[in-house]
C-alpha cells in the first residue's frame, strides 16, 4: 500500500508495508463497521411520531453482549497487530545483521555529512572518504551507521529505505540497512532542528559495484585529488583525500 | 472578550476584573478562548497557504520565510492546545456547568478561580507578547526539544523561546488552580442526594481529565524550571557536553504530553455523552461501564508516553513495552464509543445542530482513533513518525476535541448560557461547513505522509520525492479546503452574535432535559438555584414506562 506512493528500496521497507496492510485491513474492518453500525441506528431509530424510546440501561445481559464481544474482538485483533508491530520492529532495530560495511552519518545544523570507508573497507582510516549530502552505497549490501549530532536533535530518514532514526548530540545511536534497488533517494531532517530545517536534505546514491567502485576510484584516486586540492578549496563541501592526506 | 465593555460603567468594570461568579468567568474563559482560536486559526492558514502555494504573497500576511513558518506551527499548535482546547473545554464549560449540573451556588474556592482566569489571561498575553521581540516568536515545535530550546545560538530565538516556555509555565499555573477548583466543588458540592453514579457523566469526565492534569503536570513543571535555567543562567541539564541528557526532556515532556490528549479528549466525550442522552432521549448505554472506562483511560494514559520516542535513540527494547501498552489504550477507548453509539440503539433521535456535532464527533474521532493504530505499533512508526500521516491523525482527534465537541457544548448550552436559542438553519450550514471541509483538508495529509512528506518543512523544493507534483496537488486541495472551512466560521460567527439579541427566548428547559442546569432560568441568575434543589435519581432518566412525559428530571420528587 505505502509502495503505491513511494518506492521501497530497502530489505525491511517490504516488512513495514506489509505490517502496515495488515493494520489497515484490521483496522479498516472495525472502522467500517462501527461507522456502518452508528450510521443504520441513526436511521433506524430516527423521530417518528408516536414511536416511544426504549427504556434500556445497558446492564440488560442480552444487549449488553453487542459490548462485550467486540471488546474481547479487539482484544484479539491488538495482539495480532502487536505480534506484527513487535516482529517488524525487533527486525529493524533491535538486532543487525553482519555487516558489510559502516558508515558514520553526522548531523548538524542544517546539513547530513558522511564518512564511508574508502578502498581499504576499514573506518577511521586515512582513506576515508568523507562526503557532505550525499552519500553512495552498494546495492544489495549490508550497511551499518553510526549516527551522530554536533548540536541539536536531528533525525536521519530514507523514506525510501522506510529508515528513521534520531540523531542525539552526545550519543552514537547505531542501526543498519540493505538497499536493495539501485536509484537515487531523498535523505530528510525529521526533527525540528531550527531555520534551515527544511533545507537538511540529502540524497543517498544506491549503485552497482562496478558503478560504486568508479566513485571510489573519482574520490581517492591521487590524481583527482591533488587537483581539486590545489588551485582553490573545493567549492561544493567535499572534503577529500588530499585534505586527509596533508 | 467580555472585559472589552469595562468602559460602560465603573460596576461594570468590577463586575468583569474581580468577579467571582462561576458563570462571569466561564464567559469570560469561553471569550478568550474564541479570540485565540481565531489567533490560532490565522496561523493555520497563513503556513497551508504557504504549503499550497508555495512561496507567494500571503494575502493578510505577505511572504513566510522560513523562521517565520517555524514559528508558526509551533504558534498554532501551542495555541490550539494550551490556549484553545484546555480554557473552553475544561475551564469555560467546567465553570459554567459544574455548580449548575451538580446543584451549588458556585465553586468551592471563587477566588481562586478568578485568580486562576487572571493567570491565564496573562500567559496568554505573555506567548503573544512574544511576536514583539527582537527574534521574534520561539519556532522549535510545541514539543521544544532541547538543545535547540535550551539555547539562542541554535534556535535565534533567544527571548521567544523564554516567553513561550514563560507562558506554558503560566498556564499551567492557572490551570492547577483550576483543577483543585473543580474537583473539590464536584467531590463536595453536590446537590443533597446527588450520590456518585448520580453524578452526570460530563462532570465525571471534567473531574478525572483534571486529575490526570494535575497528576501528570508535575514533572513537566519541573522540566520547564530546569530548561528556563539552561536557557537564562547556563545550567546544563539538557546540555551533553556538560553532562546533561537531553532525551530526559523528552520523557518529562511527554509524561505529561500524553495524558494531555486525555485531559482534552475526557471533556469531550462528556460533553457528546450529555448530548446523545438528551437528542436520543435514551439512558446512557451502560453510565457505569462509561465510568469504568473512564478510569482505565485515565490510568493507562501514564504508561504510554514513550510511544512518542521510538525513533528517538532510546533503548529499543522499550518500544515493545510501549507498544503493548498504547495498544491496550484502545481497548477502553473503543468501548466507550461502542457504549454511545450503543445509546442510540432504541432511541428516538433528533437531529438538531447539537446531535449531528455530537454524531460528527463520533463519527471522526474514531477515524482518529484508528490510524492511531498505525502510529502506536512500533514497526509501522519507523517510516509514519513525524510525516503528515502523524500530523492528519492527531488533527482527527483534536479536531473532533477541540472544534467539533466545542461546537456541540456551546450550541447545546447556548440556550442556558445567554437565553436565548440559535437560528437552526444557519447551525446546520455551519455544520455541514465544517465537517465537510474537514475531512477534505485531512485526508489527503493522510496520503501525502503515506509517501514520505516530513512535518514542519516550509517547502518541499529540497526533496525530489517530495516535490512531485501529485503531492503538491494533495497539498494545493488541502489548502483550499481549509480556506472553505475558516470561510463558513464567519456563519458562526454570525449566528452566535445575532441571536445573542435576537434569538428566539429559551425558556429554561429547551430541549427537554433532565439534568440540574436545566431547572434554572435561562441565564441563571447569580446564585444560581432559588431554591437549593435535591437529587432523587440518575442523570438520564428518558423514556420511562408508563409515563406521559419521556424525561423525568433528577430533581423531581418520585
Known amino acids: ?246 | 472578550m467580555s472585559t472589552e465593555v469595562q468602559h460602560a460603567e465603573p460596576g461594570i468594570f468590577r463586575k468583569y476584573l474581580w468577579s467571582t461568579d462561576h458563570k462571569v468567568i466561564a464567559m469570560q474563559y469561553l471569550f478568550t478562548g474564541m479570540a485565540m482560536a481565531l489567533i490560532g486559526a490565522f496561523f493555520a492558514y497563513v503556513f497551508r497557504m504557504q504549503l499550497g502555494f508555495p512561496n507567494q504573497n500571503v494575502p493578510g500576511y505577505g511572504i513566510v520565510t522560513p523562521a517565520r513558518y517555524n514559528a508558526l506551527v509551533t504558534m498554532h499548535g501551542s495555541i490550539m492546545i494550551f490556549w484553545v482546547a484546555m480554557p473552553v473545554l475544561i475551564a469555560a464549560f467546567g465553570n459554567f456547568l459544574i455548580p449548575l449540573m451538580v446543584g451549588c451556588d458556585d465553586m468551592a474556592f471563587p477566588r481562586i478561580n478568578r485568580l486562576s482566569y487572571q493567570i491565564f489571561l496573562l500567559s496568554a498575553l505573555v506567548l503573544l507578547s512574544s511576536f514583539l521581540v527582537k527574534g521574534g516568536p520561539f519556532g522549535g515545535a510545541w514539543t521544544a526539544y532541547p538543545p535547540l530550546s535550551a539555547s539562542g545560538a541554535y534556535n535565534l530565538t533567544p527571548i521567544g523561546a523564554t516567553l513561550w516556555l514563560l507562558a506554558v509555565a503560566l498556564e499551567f499555573v492557572a490551570f492547577l488552580l483550576g483543577g483543585i477548583n473543580f474537583t473539590v466543588t464536584a467531590m463536595n458540592s453536590r446537590a443533597p442526594g446527588m450520590k456518585m453514579y448520580d453524578i452526570p457523566i460530563l462532570i465525571w469526565m471534567i473531574i478525572l481529565a483534571n486529575i490526570v492534569f494535575m497528576a501528570s503536570a508535575g514533572p513537566l513543571i519541573a522540566g520547564a524550571v530546569m530548561l528556563l535555567f539552561d536557557q537564562t543562567i547556563s545550567t546544563g541539564f539538557f546540555d551533553p557536553t556538560r553532562g546533561g541528557d537531553p532525551l530526559l526532556w523528552q520523557h518529562l515532556f511527554w509524561f505529561f504530553g500524553h495524558p494531555e490528549v486525555y485531559v482534552v479528549l475526557l471533556p469531550a466525550m462528556g460533553i457528546v455523552a450529555e448530548i446523545i442522552a438528551v437528542f436520543a432521549r435514551k439512558k446512557i448505554f451502560g453510565y457505569k461501564t462509561v465510568l469504568y472506562t473512564t478510569w482505565a483511560v485515565g490510568f493507562l494514559s501514564f504508561v504510554v508516553w514513550a510511544h512518542h520516542q521510538f525513533v528517538a535513540g532510546v533503548d529499543p527494547r522499550m518500544a515493545n513495552i510501549f507498544s503493548i501498552t498504547t495498544l491496550l489504550i484502545s481497548v477502553p477507548v473503543t468501548e466507550m464509543v461502542f457504549l454511545y453509539i450503543a445509546t442510540l440503539y432504541g432511541g428516538s433521535i433528533h437531529l438538531d445542530t447539537p446531535m449531528l456535532w455530537a454524531l460528527a464527533f463520533i463519527a471522526e474521532f474514531m477515524i482518529g482513533g484508528v490510524t492511531g493504530i498505525f502510529l502506536g505499533s512500533s514497526g509501522t512508526d519507523i517510516y509514519l513518525h513525524d510525516t503528515y500521516f502523524l500530523v492528519a491523525h492527531f488533527h482527527y482527534t483534536f479536531v473532533p476535541i477541540a472544534i467539533i465537541a466545542v461546537f456541540a457544548g456551546l450550541t447545546f448550552w447556548f440556550p442556558k448560557m445567554f437565553g436565548r436559542m440559535l437560528n437552526e438553519t444557519l447551525g446546520k450550514i455551519h455544520f455541514w461547513g465544517t465537517v465537510i471541509p474537514f475531512n477534505v483538508i485531512f485526508i489527503p495529509l493522510f496520503i501525502t505522509g503515506m509517501a514520505g512528506d516530513q512535518r514542519r518543512i516550509y517547502n518541499y523544493a529540497q526533496f525530489a520525492e517530495q516535490s512531485r507534483p501529485a503531492l503538491q496537488h494533495l497539498r494545493t486541495t488541502s489548502t483550499i479546503a481549509l480556506l472553505v472551512m475558516l470561510s463558513f466560521q464567519l456563519v458562526f460567527l454570525f449566528n452566535f452574535f445575532w441571536s445573542l439579541r435576537n434569538g428566539k427566548t429559551a425558556g429554561a428547559n429547551p430541549w427537554r432535559s433532565t439534568t440540574l442546569e436545566w431547572t434554572v432560568p435561562s441565564p441563571p441568575p447569580h446564585g444560581n438555584f432559588a431554591e437549593m434543589p435535591t437529587v432523587y435519581r440518575g442523570p438520564y432518566e428518558y423514556g420511562l414506562p408508563g409515563r406521559a412525559d419521556d424525561f423525568l428530571p433528577q430533581n423531581v420528587p418520585d
Open chain 1, 1 to 246: 500500500m505505502l509502495e503505491r506512493y513511494l518506492t521501497a528500496a530497502s530489505t525491511y521497507a517490504h516488512s513495514i508495508d506489509h505490517l502496515f496492510i495488515l493494520i489497515a485491513v484490521i483496522v479498516g474492518f472495525w472502522l467500517i463497521a462501527a461507522e456502518g453500525m452508528m450510521f443504520a441506528l441513526i436511521f433506524k431509530f430516527r423521530a417518528k411520531d408516536g414511536r416511544p424510546t426504549q427504556y434500556i440501561t445497558g446492564e440488560e445481559p442480552h444487549l449488553k453482549r453487542w459490548i462485550s464481544i467486540p471488546h474481547y474482538l479487539i482484544i484479539v485483533c491488538d495482539i495480532v497487530i502487536l505480534a506484527g508491530a513487535i516482529t517488524v520492529w525487533y527486525q529493524i532495530k533491535q538486532v543487525m545483521p553482519p555487516a558489510d560495511a559502516t558508515v558514520r552519518v553526522i548531523g548538524q545544523q542544517w546539513a547530513w555529512s558522511f564518512q564511508q570507508p574508502g578502498p581499504d573497507g576499514v573506518l577511521d582510516t586515512a582513506d576515508d572518504i568523507r562526503t557532505v549530502g550525499e552519500m553512495h552505497v552498494v546495492v544489495n549490501t549490508t550497511y551499518h551507521f553510526e549516527l551522530l549530532s554536533r548540536d541539536v536533535v536531528h533525525s536521519f530518514a530514507i523514506p525510501a529505505f522506510r529508515l528513521k532514526q534520531d540523531a542525539l548530540p552526545g550519543r552514537t545511536i547505531s542501526g543498519w540497512f540493505r538497499p536493495n534497488r539501485v536509484g537515487t533517494y531523498d535523505i530528510q531532517c525529521t526533527q525540528m532542528c531550527g531555520i534551515g530545517h527544511a533545507l537538511m536534505a540529502g540524497r543517498i546514491i544506491v549503485e552497482t559495484p562496478q558503478d560504486h567502485a568508479a566513485w571510489l576510484l573519482r574520490n581517492s584516486s591521487p590524481a583527482v585529488a591533488e587537483q581539486q586540492a590545489s588551485p582553490a578549496p573545493s567549492s561544493d563541501g567535499m572534503a577529500t583525500m588530499a585534505e586527509v592526506r596533508r
